[in-house]
């Protein structure tokens, strides 16, 4: 595989006057054991030749020369480039998108940046899935070619007295904000306000600190009579990267669904990018600038009866902004995929935990329940060879796990997706960048898929919606039929009565579509 490093990477990766961060010190050392191949390319030395510091501009010149270097490669003109990636006001936003080309037109397999502004363009060009940033190249690392078991911690709902306000997990909080102990101390141990912790290893790994607000009281611009604040939000930094952010948020939208909030709102500092995007990847906008610098970011939550008609083409868009609502109209296709319990286990621990145990009890209780183990993303890929070519952006998934070890009992509907994309791939390197930062495969055991037949692997993007309160049980899905005879082997298409006979039975058990 071959990523091409954004300039700051590259130098930081090999500037002796600084400290290098773990993450990146990590990157480096398991791409020099492992068949991973780093590159720089020209734009990283026109970067380097602005600098009018001439002694500083031969050293970094010289950091760049240890890494091969692209030669020249054909790129689309400018005004192709701009329209896709975005205006180029200056030399170094042109350097910017000729390195986001050059992994656009799979010269190389990723784009390494920490550059957020080299991100937005990715996602303005439909190219997001091949540019990372290091912490997520080096979750991708350990994943494809370190397999190893990940035991998932819980997310704890706990009051804020059972944490350690000592841990230095919260260093950074103390950073920026001024009296932060006094306030965790006065507001948050004294009036037992809950929050949601992850721990890993015996260590806080991540913490969500809630308050339920009125309308009155809610310094937000959305209008209700139930708000949720989020005081708190943060992923130790050691942590980043194994997608927690997203279990908190998940846990967060969910809970605020389930209990009939109106919005959920918190502020957040500029610096921080990277969490300001995912909050804007589901629903969250800035609406003012507080007085210290900090962004008010606010998210109002769809409450009830349905919407107007939703233009196929917005409806990925519409779902994201609306999680965990989702659009269902009448051309919205609905599929049974089945699925072998240990691959249930893997993309869904969660719930494949509470069918092992027997728990089948909500996954959010009334009071806010925790789930026994989080699941470790809300965007998922599934891999299989269904021949169908129906699927499309928007259609419901309904997965239905199979007979198997450990889930003897357990032949029954749990979980519902809606598809954000699918695509086929004929080789590894294919799935590989296909299915970054989302795969719960690795290297290996992709090859092996990949080399089981001659057709093309299937790929399919989703959101994961909701777990049922009460998966539906074979017998149920025969006697309605739903299933007729047997269980599908491969991915089925719902039509008619078998559709409207599966949403009866998934409305008594989730009540989050639109």
Same mark, same amino acid.
């Given at each position: 595989?071959?990523l091409?490093l954004?300039t ?19 990157f480096a050392?398991?791409c ?10 020209d734009?990283?030395y026109?970067?380097?030749?602005r ?8 050293v &970094? ?6 890494y091969p270097r692209?030669?020249p ?7 192709v480039?701009e329209r896709r ?5 200056d ?5 910017d998108v000729?390195?986001l080309a050059m992994a ?10 920490e550059d957020?502004?080299i991100?937005r363009?990715?996602v303005?060009?439909g190219?997001?899935a091949c ?5 997520d ?5 350990h994943q494809?070619?370190e ?6 911690p819980?997310?704890e709902?706990?009051p804020?007295y059972a944490?350690d306000?000592?841990?230095s997990?919260f ?5 920026d904000?001024?009296? +932060?102990d ?6 948050c141990?004294? $009036?037992?306000?809950?929050c ?17 607000e ?8 959305? $209008?209700?009579?139930k708000i949720?604040?989020?005081c708190t939000f ?9 997608? &927690?952010?997203e279990?908190l ?7 605020a669904?389930?209990?009939g ?8 500092y500029?610096?921080?990018?990277q ?11 800035g609406?003012?600038?507080?007085d210290d ?5 606010e ?11 939703v ?14 609502? +989702? ?9 049974c995929?089945?699925?072998r ?10 719930v494949s935990v ?17 789930s026994?183990t ?7 890929v ?5 021949g169908?070519?129906?699927l ?5 998934l309904?997965?239905?796990v ?5 889930f003897?009992?357990s032949?029954?509907i749990t979980?519902?997706?809606v ?7 004929e $080789?590894?390197?294919?799935v590989?960048?296909a ?8 290297? $290996?055991e992709l090859q092996?898929?990949?080399?089981e037949?001659?057709?093309?692997l ?21 006697s ?7 269980p ?8 008619e ?9 998934l409305?008594?058990e ?5």
């Amino acid at each position: 595989m071959k990523l091409l490093l954004d300039t700051n990477v590259a130098i930081a990766l090999e500037d002796s006057d600084v400290e290098v961060s773990p993450n990146a010190a990590a990157f480096a050392r398991a791409c020099g054991r492992l068949p991973v191949q780093l590159f720089v390319a020209d734009p990283n030395y026109r970067d380097v030749a602005r600098d009018r510091n001439w002694r500083r501009q031969r050293v &970094f010149r010289s950091k760049l020369d240890k890494y091969p270097r692209l030669g020249p490669v054909q790129l689309p003109d400018r005004t192709v480039l701009e329209r896709r990636f975005g205006a180029m006001r200056d030399d170094n936003d042109a350097c910017d998108v000729e390195l986001l080309a050059m992994a656009a037109a799979k010269v190389v397999d990723f784009l390494i940046t920490e550059d957020r502004g080299i991100h937005r363009r990715a996602v303005r060009g439909g190219e997001a899935a091949c540019v990372l940033d290091v912490t997520d190249a080096l979750a991708w690392v350990h994943q494809t070619f370190e397999p190893s078991k990940v035991v998932l911690p819980h997310v704890e709902e706990v009051p804020a007295y059972a944490i350690d306000l000592g841990d230095s997990f919260f260093d950074s909080l103390r950073e920026d904000y001024a009296g +932060f102990d006094e306030w965790f101390t006065e507001k948050c141990v004294r $009036s037992h306000r809950l929050c949601w912790a992850i721990r890993l290893r015996g260590r806080l790994a991540g913490i969500a600190i809630r308050k339920e607000e009125t309308g009155e009281e809610a310094d937000c611009v959305d $209008s209700g009579e139930k708000i949720l604040k989020v005081c708190t939000f943060k992923i130790a930094s050691e942590f980043q990267g194994e997608k &927690f952010g997203e279990q908190l948020l998940k846990q967060v939208l969910w809970w605020a669904d389930r209990n009939g909030f109106d919005a959920v709102y918190l502020t957040v500092y500029p610096k921080h990018g990277q969490l300001i995007d995912l909050l804007s990847e589901y629903g969250f906008e800035g609406t003012r600038r507080l007085d210290d610098g900090e962004l008010l970011l606010e998210r109002p939550m769809r409450r009830g009866p349905g919407c107007a008609a939703v233009p196929l083409e917005d409806v990925v868009q519409w779902n994201r902004r609306h999680y965990p609502r +989702f659009y269902l109209g009448r051309a919205t296709r609905t599929f049974c995929v089945p699925i072998r319990p240990a691959y249930h286990e893997r993309l869904f621990p969660e719930v494949s935990v509470r069918l092992q145990m027997d728990l089948f009890r909500e996954l959010l209780g009334d009071a806010g329940g925790r789930s026994m183990t989080p699941g470790n993303t809300i965007r998922k890929v599934y891999l299989c060879r269904a021949g169908t070519r129906r699927l499309r952006p928007g259609d419901l998934l309904a997965f239905y796990v199979s007979k198997g070890p450990g889930f003897q009992d357990s032949q029954c509907i749990t979980t519902l997706g809606v598809v954000e994309g699918v695509a086929e791939a004929e $080789s590894v390197e294919e799935v590989v960048r296909a299915t970054a930062r989302r795969s719960v495969f690795s290297f $290996s055991e992709l090859q092996e898929l990949v080399g089981e037949s001659e057709a093309p692997l299937k790929i399919i993007d989703f959101l994961l919606v909701a777990h049922l309160r009460t998966p539906i049980a074979l017998d149920e899905l025969t006697s309605s039929g739903v299933f007729l005879g047997h269980p599908p082997q491969t991915i089925m298409e719902c039509r008619e009565k078998r559709r409207r006979s599966l949403h009866q039975a998934l409305g008594r058990e989730v009540d989050v579509w639109q």
